[in-house]
């Protein structure tokens, strides 16, 4: 869905992003992680342009050029990582604060951060980032179907052991 939106803004989206890429020199100027091809560390190293709301040392903030709702922002970390258990932790220190204070600007009071991990979850850019999308109504904004599924106390007593043990087992 994302790509549809992008491609409506960027009609040769795929061509704009390869020659981006051509032009791009690889390296990042911060002390960070990058990907030469991907769009977002462009977008942090100011190759492509964008409406940056806040920025920084570990993480830039921007306008969605494809949004859901008024005001619905970007806030991703300046490390290169599709999932986000490949982010050091470091790079998500400031990400929630970061949240937080544009939600407040944004002036909704209800709202949604959203992240994605991966293509089945629906994630269209390979790189961490969290939205932070306003709802103002019923139709504006993100539409979510929670289709929470009756699960057996024995069987949610097993994920909880397995889990719990994997969590509180010593660092290797």
């Known amino acids: 869905m994302q790509s549809a939106r992008l491609s409506s803004y960027l009609p040769n989206l795929d061509l704009f992003v390869i020659f981006a890429h ?9 002390a960070t992680k990058s990907l030469a091809s991907c769009l977002f560390c462009k977008i942090i190293e ?5 409406f940056k709301l806040l920025e920084t040392e570990t993480s830039f903030a921007f306008l969605d050029i494809g949004p859901l709702s008024k005001g619905h922002a970007l806030v991703i970390p300046k490390y290169h990582a599709e999932k986000m258990h ?3 932790d470091e790079y998500l220190q400031d990400v929630l604060p970061i949240a937080k204070k544009i939600a407040l600007a944004q002036g909704a009071a209800d ?16 790189h961490v980032h969290f939205h932070v999308i306003p709802k103002p109504d019923e139709v504006e904004g993100l539409g979510i179907g929670w289709p929470a599924k009756s699960v057996p106390k024995p069987e949610l007593e097993k994920v909880f052991a397995e ?10």
């Open 22 to 30: 051509i032009l791009s020199s690889g390296t990042c100027t911060m």
């Open 46 to 50: 100011g190759k492509i342009p964008s």
């Open 86 to 88: 490949e982010l050091p």
């Open 111 to 126: 709202y949604n951060i959203l992240q994605n991990n991966g293509r089945l979850a629906h994630q269209e850019v390979p």
């Open 163 to 172: 889990l719990s043990a994997k969590l509180n087992a010593p660092q290797s």
